[in-house]
C-alpha cells in the first residue's frame, strides 16, 4: 500500500542534496566572495601568492556559485537610460550633404546651382535654381542610395527622395531607420558594457529594454551621478584649426566656423572651424601619463590614416594654434611646435590623476553613436542595504522559528516531518537562486517569507485529510495514502493558480518586483516538490520502522 | 500527547444563513472603498508619478520644519518631508524621507537639482548622510502605472480561465469576484490610510490575489468533490458542509501565513513595511471573501449539480447502487 518505489526515492535524495550543495556556498557568503574575486582575478591577469591565498579560502571542488544581492541590499546605482536614435538619422545626413553636393554641381548644366536649405533634424532640404531639372536632379540624387543592410529591409533601400517646387528633401527609408535604430543600440551597449568594465566594478547589469532603452545596475558604486560620468560623456573627442581667441561668446563665428568655452580657462573662447582635422573615432589607444613638468595627461595614438591626416596638418600649419575639443569644450588649444609624423601626441590640461584616468577611459571606449536620456535613477547606500539585509535575516529567523513551533504544536510527528521539509525547501529555493544566478532583493526575502508561511498549506491540506479519513476508521496506511491522494488536486489546482500570478509578474515586473515574482514561483515549485515528495518519503521510512496502529496527528 | 486543535473536529457553522447580507455587506465595503478612493486618492509613491526621493540619515533628531524651510527657499514647488521612525534603528539613527515633484519639462533627472536640495539639507545638519536617491521621470511612471493596472488584470484574467477550465463558469465568475472585491478593498484601505502606493505594493496585490485565489480554490476543489458525493443535498447544504470541512485547514494556513507575515511587519524594517501591510491585510480580506464572496456567489448562481452527464448508464448506475 504505502510505498515508493527504490528508483524514487534515490532521486528525492539526490535532488534534495543536490539543494543543498548548491545552497552551501551562501553559508559562507564573504568566503566565497573572496574565492571568486581571486580566482575570476586570477584568469583575468595572472596568479600572486594573495590572490592563490583568497582562492584557497573556499575548495575548488564545491560549488562556487552564489545568489547575487540586489542593489537594494548590496547597495549600489540604477539607471534607465533612453538612447536617442534619432540623432544618428541628423548627424548622418550632415554627412549627406557634401555627396549631393558633388553629384549635383557635376550636372550643373541641366540643374542650376545647388544651395543648402534649412531643414528639420534627420532631413536633407537641397534647391536647385532651375527646377526645370528636377528630374534629372531627382534621379541623380536617388542614385546615392545604398540597399538597406538587414534582414527585414532586404530590397529596400536607405533612402528617400522626393522633390518639392524646387527643393530636393532627402530622408530616410522606414527600413533604413530600424535598421539604423537597431546598430545604435547595438553600438551603446556595447560602449557602455566597455566602459563600465573599465571601471571594473562587480557584476553590472546592462541589458536592452525594449525598442531604445537600456537599462545598467552597478552594485557597490557610489551613486547614480558616478555612474552617469562614466557612461553618460559623450567623449566626442576632435582636433580643429583654431582661427581666433576671444572672450565674447556672443561674437558672430562666420560661416562653417563655430565658438566654444575654454574647459580650462573661464570666460575665454576659441572661434574654430568646424570641420576637424581628425576625430577620436580615429583613436586606436589612450593611456594616462604625465607631461615633461610631472602633470597628469592622456597619450594618445591614431590609426594610420589619423595618423597621415594628422602630420599632413602638424606639417602644414607650424606656428599656428590647434585645438584639442572633448565634448564642445577646448581642453587645450597648443600652438603647432613642430611636424608630428608618428600619430601620436598628448593631451594636458589641468587635469588631476582621477581625470586623466578617466578621460583615457573614455577616448578608449569611443564615443556613444547617439545622446543619452536619463528617464530613471536610482542610489541604495550600502548601509541602507547591511541594514535591509540585517532585518530580513532576523525577521526571517523569528517567522521561520514560529511557524516551526506552530506546526510542530499542531501536528506533533507529523509536523517534524513537515519541518524538516520547510528547512529544505529553503535550501532548495536558495540552492536553484544560485545555479541561476538570480539576484535576491528585498521584496524577494519577503516572498521567501511568504513561502515559509504558504509552503505548509501543502502539508496542512495532506494532514488535515489523513484526519478526516482517520475517522472514517481505515487503517492508518490506508488514511495516509487517501490523504496524499485526495489532497492532490486542491494542492495542485491552488498552487497552479498562485505560479500563474508570479509569471504574470515576472513577465511584466521589473527590478525588484521582478525579484519578488522569481522567489514566488521558485518558492511553489520547490514547496510542492518538498511537501509532496519529502514529506511522504519521511513519513513512508517511519510508517516502515515502526508500523503503528494508530496514528497521533 | 494532545496536539494544538484551533478548530474543533466536525464543526457545523452555518456561514449562510444570512448569506444575502454577507453580500450586502461585502458590496457596501467595496462602495466606502471606492469612495475613499474617489475622495482621497492614492498616495502614489515617485514610482507613479514622477519625482525624487531622498532618504536622509544623522545623528541628531530630524527638524522637519527647518528641512521643510531649508527646501523652500530652492522653490522645486510641492515636496513632502517626513520623519520615518522604526523600532530596528540604532539610537543615534534619525530617517527621513525627502520627496520632490518631477521638475517641469524635465524628462530626465537632474542631477543639479539633487545636488541643490543635498546641500540645502546639510546647512541644516551638517552631518546628515544620503542612503539612498531614487529619481523617476514622468515618461516611465505613466508607464509604470499602465503595466502595473495591466498585471492585476491580466492575472486576474488568467485565473478566470484556469478556474473555468477545471471547474465550471459560476465557479469561475464567484472566484474573480471575490479577487475584484479584495483587491479594491485594499485600494481603499490605502488610499484611507495614506501609506504610499508604489510599485512595489503592486507586486503586494498580485499576492494577495495569489493567496486569496489559493483559498478559494481549496474550498472550491471540496465543493466539487461533495457535489459528487451528495447529489441530493440542497447547494447551500453541500457549501456550508465543504466549508467546516476545510476550516481547520484554512485556519491553519493562514495563522503560518500571518506568523510569518508580522515577524517580516515587526522586525523586517521600514522600506518593505507597507508592502507587508498589504498583505497582512491582503490573507483577512482573502479568507473572508473565499467564505462570503466566492461561495456566496456560488450560491446565489447555482450550480451544476450532475457532474456525471456525459455518462447517463453509470451515473443511473451509481444512483442505485450508493445512496
Known amino acids: ?553 | 500527547m494532545r496536539h494544538l486543535r484551533l478548530v474543533k473536529d466536525g464543526t457545523s457553522f452555518d456561514f449562510f444563513k444570512h448569506w444575502k447580507l454577507w453580500l450586502g455587506i461585502s458590496g457596501f465595503m467595496i462602495l466606502l472603498a471606492m469612495t475613499s478612493f474617489g475622495l482621497r486618492g492614492l498616495n502614489y509613491g515617485i514610482d507613479f508619478r514622477g519625482g525624487t526621493t531622498i532618504r536622509t540619515e544623522s545623528a541628531q533628531p530630524v527638524d522637519v520644519g527647518a528641512y521643510r524651510d531649508a527646501i523652500g527657499a530652492l522653490e522645486l514647488g510641492d515636496s513632502t518631508i517626513s520623519e520615518v521612525f522604526d523600532p530596528t534603528f540604532g539610537p543615534e539613527q534619525n530617517v527621513a524621507m525627502v520627496r520632490i515633484q518631477a521638475q517641469d519639462d524635465q524628462e530626465a533627472v537632474s542631477a543639479e537639482t539633487v545636488a541643490a536640495v543635498e546641500a540645502a539639507l546639510q546647512g541644516v545638519a551638517p552631518d546628515i548622510k544620503f542612503v539612498s536617491v531614487e529619481s523617476v521621470g514622468p515618461k516611465v511612471s505613466g508607464e509604470l502605472i499602465q503595466t502595473a493596472f495591466l498585471a492585476v488584470g491580466l492575472a486576474i484574467g488568467a485565473v478566470l480561465i484556469y478556474i473555468w477550465l477545471r471547474f465550471e463558469w459560476q465557479f469561475a465568475l464567484g472566484a474573480v469576484l471575490a479577487l475584484v472585491h479584495d483587491v479594491l478593498l485594499t485600494i481603499g484601505v490605502f488610499s484611507e490610510v495614506g501609506i504610499k502606493f508604489d510599485l512595489a505594493i503592486i507586486a503586494a496585490l498580485l499576492t494577495i490575489v495569489g493567496y486569496s485565489l489559493n483559498d478559494t480554490v481549496v474550498v472550491f476543489d471540496r465543493v466539487r468533490e461533495n457535489l459528487i458525493k451528495y447529489k441530493k443535498r440542497p447547494l447551500k447544504e453541500v457549501l456550508n458542509l465543504s466549508i467546516n470541512e476545510t476550516l481547520s485547514r484554512t485556519i491553519m494556513t493562514s495563522l503560518t501565513t500571518l506568523l510569518a507575515l508580522f515577524a517580516l511587519f515587526a522586525l523586517g524594517g521600514d522600506v518593505i513595511r507597507g508592502f507587508v501591510f498589504a498583505m497582512i491585510w491582503g490573507v483577512f480580506v482573502g479568507t473572508y471573501s473565499s467564505i462570503f464572496v466566492a461561495s456566496a456567489i456560488l450560491l446565489w448562481l447555482g450550480v451544476k449539480r450532475d457532474w456525471s452527464k456525459p455518462d447517463a448508464a453509470a451515473e443511473a448506475k451509481a444512483a442505485g447502487t450508493s445512496v
Open chain 1, 1 to 553: 500500500m504505502l510505498q515508493i518505489e527504490t528508483w524514487k526515492r534515490v532521486l528525492i535524495w539526490a535532488l534534495v542534496a543536490a539543494g543543498l550543495v548548491l545552497a552551501a556556498p551562501n553559508l559562507f557568503y564573504s568566503r566565497v566572495e573572496t574565492h571568486n574575486d581571486a580566482v575570476s582575478a586570477i584568469e583575468k591577469s595572472g596568479a600572486t601568492p594573495e590572490r592563490e591565498a583568497a582562492a584557497a579560502q573556499w575548495p575548488s571542488w564545491l560549488p562556487s556559485d552564489l545568489v547575487n544581492l540586489g542593489l537594494d541590499l548590496r547597495g549600489g546605482a540604477h539607471l534607465l537610460a533612453e538612447v536617442k536614435v534619432a540623432d544618428v538619422y541628423t548627424s548622418r545626413m550632415e554627412a549627406l550633404w557634401p555627396d549631393v553636393r558633388d553629384i549635383l554641381r557635376d550636372a550643373r548644366d541641366e540643374v542650376g546651382t545647388v544651395r543648402l536649405q534649412p531643414s528639420e533634424p534627420g532631413t536633407l532640404r537641397v534647391r536647385i535654381s532651375n527646377p526645370e531639372g528636377m528630374a534629372r536632379a531627382l534621379e541623380l540624387v536617388r542614385g546615392l542610395a545604398q540597399p538597406v543592410v538587414s534582414l527585414t529591409g532586404a530590397g529596400a533601400t536607405d533612402l528617400q527622395v522626393a522633390g518639392e517646387g524646387s527643393d530636393i528633401v532627402v530622408t530616410f527609408s522606414e527600413a533604413e531607420k530600424q535598421a539604423t535604430d537597431e546598430r545604435t543600440m547595438r553600438q551603446s551597449l556595447e560602449i557602455i558594457r566597455r566602459r563600465i568594465d573599465e571601471v571594473g566594478t562587480r557584476e553590472p547589469t546592462i541589458q536592452r529594454q525594449g525598442a531604445d532603452r537600456i537599462l545598467i545596475q552597478v552594485p557597490g558604486i557610489g551613486s547614480a551621478a558616478e555612474l552617469k560620468d562614466i557612461i553618460g560623456t559623450t567623449a566626442q573627442l576632435t582636433f580643429q584649426p583654431v582661427v581666433s581667441r576671444t572672450t565674447n561668446p556672443n561674437e558672430s563665428a562666420g560661416v562653417g566656423n563655430e565658438i566654444l568655452p575654454s574647459l580650462t580657462e573661464e570666460g575665454v573662447y576659441y572661434v574654430l572651424e568646424q570641420a576637424p582635422v581628425v576625430t577620436g573615432e580615429e583613436l586606436v589607444d589612450a593611456q594616462p601619463s604625465f607631461d615633461q613638468n610631472g602633470r597628469p595627461a592622456v597619450n594618445f595614438r591614431f590609426n594610420p590614416a589619423g595618423a597621415r591626416k594628422f602630420g599632413d596638418y602638424t606639417a602644414e600649419n607650424i606656428g599656428s594654434p590647434f585645438a584639442i575639443v572633448l565634448d564642445d569644450e577646448v581642453i587645450s588649444a597648443p600652438v603647432i611646435q613642430s611636424h608630428i609624423p608618428g600619430g601620436s601626441g598628448i593631451i594636458t590640461g589641468n587635469f588631476s590623476v582621477e581625470e586623466s584616468t578617466n578621460l583615457a577611459v573614455l577616448l578608449r571606449a569611443g564615443a556613444l553613436p547617439a545622446g543619452l536620456e536619463f528617464l530613471e535613477e536610482r542610489t541604495i547606500g550600502p548601509e541602507l542595504g547591511q541594514d535591509s539585509i540585517e532585518a530580513g535575516k532576523l525577521a526571517t529567523g523569528v517567522a521561520f522559528t514560529a511557524v516551526l513551533v506552530f506546526m510542530f504544536l499542531s501536528y506533533g510527528l507529523f509536523g517534524i516531518f513537515a519541518n524538516i521539509a520547510l528547512i529544505l525547501n529553503i535550501a532548495l529555493i536558495m540552492g536553484i537562486l544560485s545555479m541561476i544566478g538570480a539576484t535576491l532583493t528585498l521584496p524577494g526575502i519577503a516572498g521567501i517569507v511568504l513561502t515559509v508561511g504558504m509552503a505548509v498549506d501543502a502539508n496542512v491540506l495532506i494532514f488535515e485529510r489523513i484526519r478526516e479519513e482517520l475517522k472514517s476508521a481505515r487503517g492508518p496506511a490506508r488514511a495516509i495514502e487517501l490523504g496524499y491522494e485526495k489532497a492532490l488536486s486542491a494542492i495542485v489546482d491552488a498552487n497552479i493558480t498562485t505560479f500563474i500570478t508570479a509569471v504574470i509578474l515576472y513577465a511584466i515586473g521589473s527590478g525588484p518586483v521582478r525579484g519578488f515574482a522569481i522567489t514566488l514561483g521558485l518558492g511553489i515549485v520547490t514547496s510542492v516538490f518538498t511537501a509532496i515528495w519529502v514529506t511522504r518519503l519521511l513519513l513512508v521510512m517511519w510508517f516502515e520502522r515502526r508500523r503503528p496502529r494508530t496514528l497521533e496527528i
